[in-house]
């Protein structure tokens, strides 16, 4: 990474970091709201990347089911997920009946697909940081949220320094040529030793050592599924990041791809197996 790329990208970490941490810990409607609107943009991101390959998303109502879908998931618990999905798609193609755009089934499935895709994922990211709230203040679900980044981050870290190091054996040429199976064997450590550090200093009460190997493996192996099911998406359509959002870091799909699988199946984890 050259120096200039650094200096590009130093004021987004700089203020963005110690202002994600606070409202994690110390908000929750904030936190929703971000996330949310995340989500949007995410989802935006994804529409405008179908384009070159001739689909036309229909992206305002993309943008109701996603709204709708994250609204039933946080207040309603998702009591309303098989109405929102059979309604979602009557409208959708009833509405492209009056479209008259060319690729009906490409414009139906992309925007269906990619609503409910990010949807979901961002509605299990937000619950997670609810874990605990009106107990604890929100620090458990606050630590949670924590937990599943740290592990991307040191996996994302680990995998970039010793993949370019000695990295030789690529992983998919075809969808990310400069990712390899050392970097990302040096990754799946990395989130091994963060999340056993994590129990270690007991941040999410009851978990032990097998609950880190289990929760650094899915943070380490979905967090990079995360990052190349992007790649392939990318690569399809030849761009290189998802937009020009965020100066030197790409757009809010590039900086929350891992956290997109890595999220929704710790929560999963924390709540169905381990309890919380």
């Not at 229909?58 to 998702?78: H, S």
């Not at 009106?134 to 010793?162: P, R």
């Not at 999410?204 to 929760?215: E, H």
């Not at 870091?249 to 309890?275: C, E, K, M, N, Q």
């Amino acid at each position: 990474m050259s120096i200039k790329n650094i200096i590009k990208r130093a004021p987004v970490v700089i203020i963005g970091i110690p202002a994600l941490i606070g409202f994690t810990f110390y908000t929750h409607d904030v936190f929703m709201v971000f996330f949310t609107i995340a989500g949007l943009l995410i989802l935006g991101e994804a529409y405008r990347m179908s384009r070159p390959n001739g689909t036309e998303p229909n992206v305002w109502l993309g943008y109701l089911i996603y709204l709708a879908l994250v609204g039933d998931q946080l207040l309603g618990n998702g009591g309303s997920l098989g109405v929102i999905l059979i309604v979602s798609i009557l409208l959708l193609m009833t509405w492209e009946m009056f479209r008259k755009k060319p690729h009906v089934m490409e414009n139906v499935a992309s925007t269906f697909f990619a609503a409910i895709f990010v949807g979901m994922a961002m509605s299990y990211f937000i619950l997670l940081q609810q874990l605990g709230y009106e107990g604890q203040g929100g620090h458990l679900g606050g630590y949670a949220v924590l937990t599943v980044f740290m592990g991307v981050w040191s996996c994302d870290t680990l995998a970039y320094f010793v993949g370019s190091a000695i990295g030789k054996h690529k992983i998919f040429p075809r969808v990310s040529p400069n990712k390899s199976w050392e970097g990302s064997i040096a990754g799946l450590i990395g989130s091994f030793i963060a999340l056993l550090l994590i129990v270690r200093a007991g941040w999410l009460p009851g978990l032990d050592y097998t609950d880190a190997l289990i929760l650094g493996l899915i943070t380490g192996v979905a967090g990079q599924l995360g990052d190349f099911a992007e790649s392939l998406v990318k690569r399809d359509v030849g761009v290189k990041d998802s937009s020009n959002l965020l100066p030197g870091h790409g757009g809010a799909w590039d900086r929350l791809d891992s956290i997109l699988f890595a999220a929704p199946l710790s929560y999963l984890y924390l709540t169905v197996v381990v309890g919380l």
